[in-house]
């Protein structure tokens, strides 16, 4: 059983950089494509971003893109989610996900629906 451990989050000023890990526990090998969510209170949750099967494939929420980086050790079984210039209203709950299913390139990593393990989630409070 595949389990999702994050880390990495806390209490940041507006404009600091903050870097969440996901590790991935109990998968032989890193064919999965991961993204990364957030949910603030009272707000539905949403894309931050995600790699394909192959780092070559990233995407990012448009307020996000040029302020965070998604990247995955393979040799580790982790990803990392980079932010940059944190705001205020990037304070939510940041959730990764993993798909471990090789999907047509059609379904995009910003589809939640297409992944089946999902962290436990981390918080991340950006003050002004």
């Known amino acids: 059983q595949m389990q999702l451990v994050e880390s990495g989050g806390g209490l940041v000023q507006a404009g600091d950089s903050l870097r969440l890990s996901c590790a991935v526990v109990?998968?032989?090998?890193?064919?999965?494509?991961m993204g990364w969510f957030r949910q603030a209170p009272g707000k539905e949750r949403e894309f931050v971003g995600g790699?394909?099967?192959?780092?070559?494939?990233?995407k990012y929420a448009d307020d996000m893109k040029g302020r965070c980086t998604i990247s995955r050790d393979n040799t580790n079984n982790t990803g990392t989610l980079q932010m940059n210039s944190l705001k205020p209203e990037d304070t939510a709950d940041y959730y990764c996900a993993v798909d471990p299913i090789h999907r047509p390139d059609t379904v995009g990593v910003e589809a939640a629906w297409r992944y089946v393990y999902w962290g436990q989630g981390i918080q991340v409070t950006v003050s002004s």
């Open positions: 109990g998968h032989r090998n890193s064919d999965y494509a």
């Open positions: 790699i394909g099967w192959s780092a070559g494939t990233q």
